[in-house]
């Protein structure tokens, strides 16, 4: 309706496109936490973390769901994984559970909820956490 007239979607990778800052009230990133820590390591996650608080306008809101510790091992398992992906797994200290403080403390969020809430080390696959991330209104 009229109400949704100013809403556009965009699909993208914040660690390979150029979002402004403040050009973004909200951003949606479901099953994606895991695939960025074992294709880029704790640091790809960090940069994605920055960016998309650094695109977020003031009072903008982003709805992430971490994936559980238990689905990264389990990603071996069903496909092929090149070193680098490895090396990145054993190297990874920002775990699952750790986000919502990480994201408090060193990204910058106003506040984190856990909207819905899941074991971050033994859940089942498709049984996670969401957190909402919400920035200051400056």
């Excluded at 914040?14 to 640091?43: I, M, R």
């Amino acid at each position: 309706g009229a109400a949704l007239g100013g809403v556009v979607f965009r699909a993208g990778n914040y660690l390979e496109e150029y979002f402004p800052p403040h050009s973004v009230d909200a951003v949606l990133c479901l099953s994606v936490t895991k695939w960025v820590q074992l294709n880029w390591g704790d640091e790809g996650l960090k940069k994605m973390f920055k960016t998309v608080y650094d695109s977020l306008s003031p009072g903008g809101v982003f709805l992430v769901e971490p994936q559980p510790w238990k689905s990264y091992r389990q990603a071996f398992r069903k496909q092929k994984m090149p070193e680098e992906t490895r090396t990145h797994f054993r190297a990874i200290a920002l775990k699952p559970q750790l986000y919502a403080e990480f994201l408090r403390t060193e990204v910058g969020f106003a506040s984190v909820e856990t909207l819905r809430s899941a074991d971050m080390h033994s859940a089942d696959e498709f049984d996670r956490s969401v957190l909402l991330c919400t920035k200051s209104g400056e």
